[in-house]
């Protein structure tokens, strides 16, 4: 069964960065398009970043100009460079995508979600 798989999260101080990814687990597929989701505890989750099928992308007003969300050249996977990060960032991080094999689409993929903690 295919999954999205996600790295990257941790914990780190206030103005620091991470870069977290996003992979199929089986290397056939492509990623069409993907957005990265974030949920903090008591809050609803939110769509941070994410670029269409068109490469358009898209940002969060609370994270542009520190988010940077970039597919590798082959398309199998996606990072989300995070820099300047707040406490506020803090919040379990999911991917989410569309691929495709070669063959057929999957649609509506979901990683397993990788917990970011800012704080000194």
């Known amino acids: 069964q295919v999954q999205l798989v996600e790295s990257g999260g941790g914990l780190v101080q206030p103005g620091g960065s991470l870069r977290l990814s996003c992979a199929a687990s089986?290397?056939?597929?492509?990623?069409?398009?993907m957005a990265w989701y974030r949920q903090a505890p008591g809050k609803q989750r939110e769509m941070v970043a994410r670029?269409?099928?068109?490469?358009?992308?898209n940002y969060a007003d609370s994270v542009k100009g520190r988010f940077t969300i970039a597919r590798d050249n082959a398309k199998t996977a996606v990072t989300l460079q995070m820099n300047s990060l707040k406490p506020e960032d803090t919040a379990v991080y999911s991917c989410?995508?569309?691929?495709?094999?070669?063959?057929?689409?999957?649609?509506?993929?979901w990683g397993q979600g990788t917990q970011v903690t800012v704080s000194s």
């Open positions: 989410n995508a569309d691929l495709y094999s070669g063959s057929y689409y999957l649609y509506d993929m």
């Open positions: 670029f269409d099928s068109a490469g358009t992308t």
């Open positions: 089986e290397n056939i597929f492509s990623i069409v398009s």
